[in-house]
């Protein structure tokens, strides 16, 4: 799973991009697009290393792409292999910005549409020209479903599609599935204010279109990770925050995507394990080790919403909240998983 930043020049892409990898030495505008990893900050994984100490505490990561193209094909490019996008709008630029942005998300949706329309009408024509093999035939209501979509502008993404064209979906790889995330840019006073330029116009493409808006600001992040932690929490608090804007955007990015974490605990490490919602826990513990998945034999379960109540393994053990799960468990996020195995 892959994440690109997006948006029109001096949005502060760049920006972004350098806050979530910690790369300082990516450029703005350099080359064909800086490729980095994020890291998903995660509150229940601080406190679980709070408890065991451990010698390594690993967050979940995704990686992020900042990309240089803003339009035509070099733009569809780009994008082709992402699974969600960032689009950062430059509000703190005012109105010019404003305006930008708005040109930007409109454009992309266009080029989206037609995009993913041509794919659509071509593999139609050749499936109905070449009188294609039954397996094919069942793909041609899907390829209509798409194109009745596409064509009243409707993004595939708010498309309901049964389990079995949702296979056809991931093998298209079409532009209107993929998530988007819009990013307001914003100035340090529009932060603390809540308010900010465009913030109408932009409330209403993200409520017609479904996308989910976490506003930031580029300036105020780059005070907050030049503080330590202890002074960090009394600066976001004047700006009524309980978390830097990355993370929060790190977050929607990981949640768009329909990822979640569980946990494995220990003095040696806590670490969170990223899964597609819905997994089932024999493949999760593939994740940590295929020994793993190959030897499962049962998994012990706890809540981190139970183990936060009882602050101990053993308290959650003593009043029996630990559960003994079989393979057929759909793991949750938050789940504390200890995998039972024999190879
Ligand atoms: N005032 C202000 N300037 C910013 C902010 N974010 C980025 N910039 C500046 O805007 C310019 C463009 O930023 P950059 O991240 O390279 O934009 P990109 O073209 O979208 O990658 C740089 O000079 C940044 O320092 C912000 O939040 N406030
Ligand atoms: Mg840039």
């Not at 930031?216 to 804007?245: C, H, W």
């Not at 969170?272 to 593939?286: F, H, I, K, L, S």
């Not at 809540?303 to 057929?328: I, Q």
Request: aromatic share 10%; proline share 3%; hydrophobic share 40%.
């Amino acid at each position: 799973m892959r994440v690109g930043i997006t948006g029109s020049p001096q949005a502060g892409k760049t920006t972004l991009f350098r806050l979530l990898t910690g790369m300082a030495g990516s450029k703005p505008g350099v080359g064909t697009g800086n490729i980095g990893v994020m890291e998903v900050p995660d509150e229940r994984v601080r406190a679980l290393s709070d408890v065991y100490k451990p010698q390594k505490t690993t967050y979940a990561r995704i990686g992020l792409v900042d990309i240089q193209s803003y339009k035509g094909q070099e733009f569809l490019n780009a994008i082709r292999n992402l699974d969600a996008l960032v689009v950062v709008l430059g509000s703190f630029m005012g109105e010019p910005g404003v305006l930008d942005s708005l040109d930007f998300i409109d454009n992309m949706e266009t080029e989206f549409y037609c995009a993913d329309l041509a794919s659509v009408e071509g593999r139609l024509e050749r499936l109905k020209a070449n009188k294609a093999k039954p397996v094919n035939q069942m793909e041609i209501p899907f390829l209509e479903k798409c194109k009745q979509a596409l064509d009243k502008e409707m993004p595939l993404r708010d498309v309901e599609f049964s389990p079995y064209e949702q296979d056809f979906v991931s093998n298209f790889a079409f532009y209107s599935s993929k998530q988007v995330i819009l990013a307001p840019n914003v100035s340090e006073e529009h932060l603390a204010a809540g308010s900010y330029p465009g913030i109408e116009e932009i409330s209403q493409v993200s409520d017609e279109r479904g996308y989910k808006v976490v506003a930031f600001s580029g300036i105020v992040e780059e005070e907050i990770e030049s503080l330590d932690k202890d002074n960090r929490f009394e600066f976001l608090k004047a700006y009524g925050l309980t978390q830097p804007g990355t993370a929060r955007i790190a977050q929607a990015a990981y949640a768009a995507l329909g990822l979640i974490s569980f946990f494995t605990v220990g003095s040696d490490e806590v670490r969170a394990w990223t899964v597609q919602r819905g997994t089932g826990v024999r493949e999760a513990a593939g994740k940590i080790h295929t020994d793993l998945e190959r030897g499962f034999i049962k998994a012990d379960v706890v809540s981190f919403g139970n183990f936060s109540k009882m602050g101990s393994a053993k308290a959650c053990r003593d009043k029996g909240l630990v559960r003994l799960e079989g393979k057929d468990y759909v793991v949750k996020d938050g789940d504390i998983v200890n995998v039972r195995f024999n190879v």
